[in-house]
């Protein structure tokens, strides 16, 4: 598996079309950016587009939030894991047995396994988005708690929004990695997202990973946004 990336940039390629994609891919170093393959490329375009990044020396973050029973989720991420990403991610929220049988299946059938992360609570939910739900913590109460679990379950860290990530390094340490989307450069449009960070904000936070997608992807020139993103980072 590939880790010649310096920069802590994962790129989120919500694409609807595959040649846009392959468009700024080809642009692009596996040293200047990770690359994530959410719901929408992998409904469309299935494992083949997955194995043409990996091929190209991309690190690429599987994003297909797993949540099932333990078997499914389990077999879930040992096929995501076959197709050689970097990283996968399950819902925390699935609870305890379900992210053990998950890290398990995967350190029984790989000898180097990807990193497996469990999402916390969505960036693009706050207080009130939790309260409709019945739950009556704040986000960020809620992600320490589930995080706890996932940390519990043995898992490599968490999905969560940049604004928790100062919080969960005290809390559950160095070594736990933070992936935080939600991640929005100076003056960039918000969108859907509700808990949102700049990405020098968002490092100085304790931020392992940063995801960021339409602030570079639907950007007039990406590779100029991308490029600024890393210098503002320290990363050429
Ligand atoms: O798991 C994720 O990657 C994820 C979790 C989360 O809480 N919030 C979140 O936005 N994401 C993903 O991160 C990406 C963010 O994209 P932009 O909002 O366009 O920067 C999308 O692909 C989301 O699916």
């Not at 020396?57 to 096929?79: E, Q, W």
């Not at 739900?133 to 320490?144: H, M, T, Y």
């Not at 100076?186 to 990405?199: E, F, H, L, Y």
Request: net charge negative; glycine share 8%; charged share 20%.
């Amino acid at each position: 598996m590939s880790t010649t990336c310096l920069s802590p940039v994962i790129v989120a390629l919500d694409f609807n079309d595959i040649e846009a994609a392959k468009n700024l891919v080809e642009q692009l170093e596996p040293s200047q950016c990770r690359l994530k393959v959410g719901k929408e490329m992998f409904t469309l375009f299935g494992p083949e587009f997955v194995r043409f990044l990996v091929a190209k020396g991309f690190d690429v973050f599987l994003d297909l939030k797993f949540h099932d029973i333990p078997a499914t989720t389990a077999k879930a991420c040992v096929a995501a894991a076959k197709l050689g990403v970097w990283m996968v991610n399950v819902h925390a929220s699935g609870g305890l047995n379900m992210m053990q049988t998950a890290k398990k299946a995967l350190a029984d059938n790989f000898e180097n396994p990807p990193m497996l992360i469990g999402v916390t609570v969505l960036t693009s939910m706050d207080d009130s988005d939790l309260q409709k739900l019945g739950i009556a913590k704040s986000p960020a109460e809620q992600v320490v708690s589930l995080a706890t679990l996932v940390k519990e379950a043995g898992l490599d860290g968490v999905v969560c929004s940049a604004q928790e990530a100062n919080l969960l390094k005290q809390e559950l340490g160095s070594s736990f990695k933070l992936v935080t989307p939600g991640i929005r450069p100076a003056g960039s449009d918000v969108g859907d997202q509700k808990r949102i960070m700049t990405p020098s904000d968002a490092i100085n936070a304790g931020s392992d990973y940063l995801v960021i997608g339409r602030p570079i992807t639907q950007a007039e020139n990406p590779m100029q946004v991308l490029n600024q993103v890393n210098q503002s980072l320290g990363f050429k």
